[in-house]
Structures are given as structure tokens and as C-alpha cells.
């Protein structure tokens, strides 16, 4: 049976426009990737409606889970919860116990729940809170889409949150090599043993470092066993004389 | 007139399973930026035909340019330009001025060019040239999709190359002030300075670093004359009470 799949929708214009570099997508990848979840898509679309929409119903009928990063907090840019409400049809409005959260939060902090924080009350009708351990403010999943915050700190909160509740698969295993020879010198073995090897997915990533050109050799797969094998051939393919 | 738009396409399994961190969107989304070129969506596929046809054939009928990243080295796995072939229902083959390139290129450097590296020289039918200084092997663009290398020294030298050649727009500016307070406590009056500059994109970056909740504001646009007042009245916002 194949892993189950996700895709990750990141929200905001600070990365479109290269201000910010995003730091979720690399993260979320390596939380799926350990709990058998294959992310297959990553999409970036700026703070705009109709492509948060959009993006959001493309996402969520191709895949098994998709979770988004960015847009949940107080500001007037912060439109996720309302556009995810929009894309699935449903109303959106402050809900008891995500307020009893905020109200208890910023009562500690001798702090106003005032209108705008309260915003972050808003949850689209029927979904279910994901806890913020970090700041308070909850993210929240309708359906298989799991919204949460982009600030990085919060963010991973939300993941440690939300991924023991998802239907994880066989976690891939990879082993990697380190060629220090142009990709282009061994391309020809290593596309014989990835035929041979039709389980496994073996990818070549070319790197140049103080003017050598090389290769990392990933081989990834779900049996141990068939990894090793592919490793020790991939071992005498990197001895091959140049 | 609006600026013209782009998206970009990232090919690579190694970056959605968590193992490398994409360097290539940040980079091209500032030289966009310089140019008057509104970055408006990235997607991020796996080394999947199906997956990177359907990706080209979405964003070149949505955006005035795609930029490709990844899969165009000599390996079995670097199946993008067959792709983009396909995408537009072109032939691919060897081409003479591509396979010169190389020729010369190997010649100096006393290597073969095997049957593997001569892939590299495979251009769709009717595609220009992009020039790669670094290591040769050009990338090209097809109508409005330019394919370039994923390893970030090639594709920021090819980057180069290719945009001078494109239509900019108005180059965004931007100016930037940190306020060390909740987000929650400037939304209100954000949301109406916001309200009061529509020309402007104001947009709130909240942050946390050690304890303190804090937001990056960034207001954007191209007359700077605009943002010049609107940082004038975020100023005050910023000095308002707590």
C-alpha cells in the first residue's frame, strides 16, 4: 500500500517577494518524512484570496493531508482562516473555546483581548482546534486541512501537535554517498542501478566546492535490506576508474 | 499598468523529503524584485513526469514568465527538458550549437563527452539557449518557460543571463520598521493606515525572540514619495501606548 500523501501550502507575500526565507517547508518535510508521509507538493501564493482559495481546492482533493503555514494571526493581512471558510463553503466566526484560550492566555499577561487579537478566535464551522503551546492563538483542521501559524517557533508546535493525530505510513529510509567526481562520469552505471533497483528512488545531486564538481548519491527506500544491496553497488560504481 | 508576473518551478525530490533546503526561490525572488517583476507563485514537484507537465502547463497560461529549477544534468533522474517537451508538445533532440558548447567545454577540461553528458545538449524544438559560465551546459527558454540548472551556482549564473532579457516593470520598493510589541496591540490601527494607503502593501511579520513578541512591518509599493507618508504614520503607531 503506498504512503500516504501532502502537499503544504506556505501563505505570504514576505517570501514571494524574497524579504523572509521560508524555514517551514524544510521542517515539515523532515516531520513527514519520519512519520511515513510523502509530501509530494509545496505551492507559495501571496496574501491574496482568490489564490489562497484556489490553491487550498487543489491541494485538498489531490492529496491525503494538506497543511498550510502563515496568514492566522490579528492583522488585516491575516486572511487563511476566512479564505479556508471560502473554500470549503462553510461559515466562520469566534468560537467559545478557542476565546476561552486567547482570554486565559492574555489574562496571564495583564494583556487586552482586545478586537483584533480576538480575530485569531475566528474557526470555520466545524473544524478542530491543533493547540499552540507556544503563543496560544490555536491553529485548527477542517477536514484534511491543517492550518497553522508562520512564525517558525509556532509553527513547530502546531507539527508536534498535529502529526501524531495523522495516518502516518512505512517511514523512508535513505543512505547517501559523497562522489567526488563530475555527475556526468558516472551517470551511465547509476541509471543501470536505479533499473535494477525499480523499488528504490535513487536521485544525484551535483555539488561544486572549491572548483571540484562532485555528486551525493541518495538512495531512498522502505527495505533496509535492498538499500544495503544498492549501497554496495553504488560503492564499487564511486571506485570506478575515472 | 501592472508589473508583469512570474512563477516558479522547483523540481526536485531532495528538497520534499527534507533533505536539501531550496536556495534557488530566495535567490530569484529578489532579482525578480529589482526588475519590477511580481514573483506570484512557486510550486514545488518531485521528480515525476505527470507531476511537472501538469505544474508547466498551469503556471505558463497563468504567469507572463516561468522560471524552472532542477533536472537538467546527464542523469537518469533529470527528466525536466523531455518534460517541458512535452508540456508543449514539441520534439526534444540532441542540438548542434548545445552539444558545441559541451565539445568545447569537455575538450579544455580533457574529459569525454559520453553518451550520459551529450543528454545534457538535448533541447526541445524552437527553444533559445540560456548561457551557463559556470559549468556549460546551457539551460534554454521555450516561449515564456526558461529551464535552469538546480545547483545554485549554475542557476544564479544563468539567472543572470536571462534577465536582462526579460520586460520589467516598476521596481517595488520597500521600507521596513521593527516594533518590539504584540501584534495584537498595532492591529487596529495598521488595519486602518492599511485602509488609508490601498497603492501600498503593508504587510505584519510577527517574530519572537527571546520572550519578546514583536512584528516587522513592511510597506511596499513603487512611489516613494507615498511611502515616505505611510512610514511617517506607522511611526506613530509604533509610539503609541501599550
Request: hydrophobic share 45%.
Amino acid at each position: 500500500m503506498p504512503n500516504p500523501t501532502a502537499a503544504m501550502l506556505v501563505i505570504g507575500d514576505e517570501i514571494l517577494s524574497g524579504r523572509t526565507r521560508d524555514a517551514n517547508m524544510h521542517y515539515l518535510a523532515g516531520e513527514l518524512t519520519k512519520v511515513g508521509i510523502d509530501l509530494k507538493e509545496v505551492r507559495i501564493v501571496s496574501d491574496d484570496r482568490d489564490a489562497i482559495i484556489a490553491a487550498v481546492n487543489a491541494l485538498r482533493g489531490a492529496y491525503d493531508n494538506v497543511v498550510t503555514s502563515g496568514g492566522i494571526g490579528p492583522t488585516h493581512d491575516d486572511i487563511t482562516a476566512d479564505c479556508i471558510a471560502a473554500a470549503f463553503g462553510v461559515g466562520i466566526d469566534v468560537r467559545n473555546d478557542a476565546r476561552a484560550i486567547l482570554q486565559e492566555r492574555y489574562d496571564a499577561m495583564g494583556t487586552e483581548l482586545n478586537a483584533a487579537r480576538l480575530r485569531m478566535a475566528r474557526i470555520p464551522d466545524g473544524a478542530a482546534l491543533i493547540e499552540n503551546p507556544v503563543s496560544g492563538a490555536p491553529g485548527f483542521s477542517l477536514e484534511n486541512v491543517h492550518v497553522m501559524a508562520g512564525v517558525p517557533s509556532v509553527f513547530q508546535a502546531m507539527v508536534a501537535s498535529l502529526v501524531p493525530t495523522l495516518t502516518g505510513g512505512v517511514p523512508m529510509l535513505s543512505q547517501s554517498l559523497r562522489i567526488n567526481r563530475g555527475e556526468g562520469s558516472i551517470a551511465e552505471p547509476l541509471g543501470a542501478l536505479a533499473a535494477e533497483f525499480p523499488d528504490l528512488s535513487i536521485g544525484s545531486y551535483p555539488f561544486q566546492q572549491n572548483g571540484i564538481y562532485g555528486v551525493n548519491v541518495v538512495i531512498r527506500g522502505t527495505d533496509a535490506g535492498r538499500l544495503d544491496a544498492a549501497m554496495t553497488k553504488l560503492a564499487a560504481i564511486a571506485g570506478l576508474p575515472a
